[in-house]
């Protein structure tokens, strides 16, 4: 129900607001205004949008909880959507979500409502034989799963039989 009514609200305060600030400024710089909303949102999102992309990769390189980034980066392309869609309340709501604290405030209310049942982060190797960890095994690519098992060798001592595999 609260979708509906978003459909239906939104364009109405769209269009009240395009006759009261065409009314004020005119015609021409009200498209004016729109189309460089839309320019500058987008060089904005942009730039916000690299960063957020930097801190997701991050935060999964030091498997730490990436809700807050992922957050950080849906909330940024949301924006972007909607300063693309001409209109002036869908441009404040845009601007709203390119505002660090405002993302934060956001998903802190979020968080508030959405339970995360369970995250857990894994290199996909258990550590201790150099071998996939259970239930990770590396998919060669038709489906089939190969585990195998590797002997360190001291830098610069050379096997005693080739294989076949290696050059020496």
Same mark, same amino acid.
């Given at each position: 129900?609260?979708?509906?009514?978003?459909?239906?609200?939104?364009?109405?305060? +769209?269009?009240?607001?395009?006759? *009261?600030?065409?009314?004020?400024?005119? =015609?021409?710089?009200? @498209?004016?205004?729109? @189309?460089?909303?839309? #320019?500058?949102?987008?060089?904005?999102?942009?730039?916000?949008?690299?960063?957020?992309?930097?801190?997701?990769?991050?935060?999964?390189?030091?498997?730490?909880?990436?809700?807050?980034?992922?957050?950080?980066?849906?909330?940024?392309?949301?924006?972007?959507?909607?300063?693309? !869609?001409?209109?002036?309340?869908?441009?404040?709501?845009?601007?709203? =979500?390119?505002?660090?604290?405002? $993302?934060?405030?956001?998903?802190?209310? =979020?968080? *508030?409502? #959405? *339970? #995360?049942?369970?995250?857990?982060?894994?290199?996909?190797?258990?550590?201790?034989?150099?071998?996939?960890?259970?239930? $990770?095994?590396?998919?060669?690519?038709?489906? +089939?799963?190969?585990?195998?098992?590797?002997? +360190?060798? +001291?830098?610069?001592?050379?096997? !005693?039989?080739?294989?076949?595999?290696?050059?020496?």
């Amino acid at each position: 129900m609260w979708l509906l009514l978003a459909f239906i609200a939104v364009p109405m305060i +769209e269009i009240a607001l395009f006759i *009261k600030v065409g009314g004020l400024i005119g =015609l021409g710089w009200t @498209l004016a205004v729109v @189309l460089l909303t839309a #320019v500058l949102g987008t060089y904005l999102v942009k730039m916000q949008g690299r960063q957020a992309l930097a801190n997701i990769q991050r935060s999964f390189s030091e498997l730490s909880d990436p809700s807050g980034p992922l957050a950080d980066g849906a909330m940024i392309l949301f924006s972007g959507a909607l300063l693309l !869609t001409p209109g002036f309340f869908t441009d404040a709501l845009g601007f709203a =979500l390119l505002t660090p604290a405002f $993302r934060r405030m956001a998903f802190l209310w =979020l968080r *508030k409502r #959405v *339970k #995360v049942q369970n995250f857990s982060a894994s290199t996909g190797f258990d550590g201790r034989h150099g071998r996939p960890g259970p239930d $990770r095994g590396r998919d060669a690519g038709d489906g +089939e799963v190969i585990d195998g098992d590797f002997q +360190e060798l +001291e830098p610069g001592k050379r096997p !005693t039989h080739p294989s076949g595999w290696t050059r020496h």
